[in-house]
């Protein structure tokens, strides 16, 4: 999802997601197959539907081929000059379940990054075991102010959605309360490279590792640090948070992908043991991310002597 650019709650641009995203295509497909049977039952060449809907006919061919996302207008005005009226209601119940698995960022931030923070909150809410890892990005749950900003202005500057980083900064911060609470459990790992790369100045970025530290003592939070030096198992493709058992979150620049399907959830279920099984945690995780810090620190200036 980042750094997951568009909302760095984690997640990059996967390399390998192509379950998912496989599945995305049937699904799209699947729906422009029912488009094009509406429409070859009308009689109507792609031609005389893109004439009558006022539509140039490459929409009609992307459409039914799966290679664009009609909107809920698009399939009103669809079935209605098609006359497949009693259609509508099961083609938008398909769109909809579509747009849950691939939420395309253009769509869902353009009422503004503040308002999908706070329908993460409500997601949230619901989930009790959180599994995260993110390979090149600080998780939003565990993230300072300053480091949350860069993350969400760069979410802005990529897809072009309603500039409200400080208060989509404000939510951030206010989701991080489910921290605390003592029925909820989580599980972060993350590896020494989202620890060092620069996305803000060395200050804050001290300021996000000296909470790290904090967080780690939490009764309920596992923090385990990959550390360079470490010999992967499973290559770390790309980042992704495991919700429960019920959803895997995937990031990438243009969408993200909720993936529900059972064996999906098994897939990443096994390659996060696999990830966390060869983390650092406690002391030694410590250990690294004071590591940073000392590495970090001379390069803040040092207040000037007095007298």
């Not at 760095?8 to 699947?30: F, M, Y």
Request: glycine share 6%; with cysteine; hydrophobic share 35%.
């Amino acid at each position: 999802m980042q750094p997951g650019i568009t909302q760095c709650d984690g997640r990059t641009l996967p390399r390998n997601t192509t379950s998912g995203a496989s599945n995305v295509h049937e699904a799209r497909t699947a729906l422009g197959k029912r488009l094009r049977e509406l429409r070859h039952r009308s009689g109507m060449s792609g031609k005389q539907l893109a004439e009558s809907l006022a539509w140039p006919p490459s929409k009609i061919s992307k459409l039914e081929n799966g290679r664009q996302t009609p909107t809920e207008d698009d399939i009103r005005d669809w079935a209605r000059s098609t006359g497949g009226q009693d259609e509508t209601e099961a083609l938008l119940a398909t769109l909809h379940t579509l747009e849950e698995r691939h939420a395309e960022w253009r769509r869902v931030l353009r009422t503004g990054m503040s308002h999908q923070q706070v329908k993460r909150v409500e997601m949230e809410s619901d989930v009790r075991f959180f599994r995260v890892f993110e390979q090149d990005v600080v998780p939003g749950l565990l993230q300072v102010p300053e480091y949350a900003k860069v993350c969400l202005s760069q979410g802005v500057r990529v897809n072009g959605v309603p500039d409200d980083v400080d208060e989509a900064v404000r939510v951030r911060m206010r989701r991080q309360e489910i921290l605390y609470q003592p029925d909820k459990r989580f599980h972060f790992v993350v590896t020494e490279a989202a620890l060092r790369y620069r996305y803000c100045e060395t200050e804050a970025m001290l300021g996000q590792l000296d909470r790290l530290v904090s967080l780690s003592a939490l009764p309920n939070l596992k923090l385990g640090i990959i550390s360079f030096d470490t010999l992967y198992e499973i290559m770390p493709c790309n980042g992704f948070w495991l919700l429960d058992d019920h959803m895997v979150e995937v990031e990438t620049y243009s969408a993200g992908l909720n993936l529900a399907q059972p064996q999906e959830i098994e897939l990443y279920g096994k390659i996060f043991e696999s990830l966390a099984g060869i983390a650092s945690y406690g002391r030694a995780a410590r250990q690294i991310i004071m590591r940073v810090i000392d590495d970090l620190s001379p390069e803040v200036d040092e207040d000037p002597p007095t007298g």
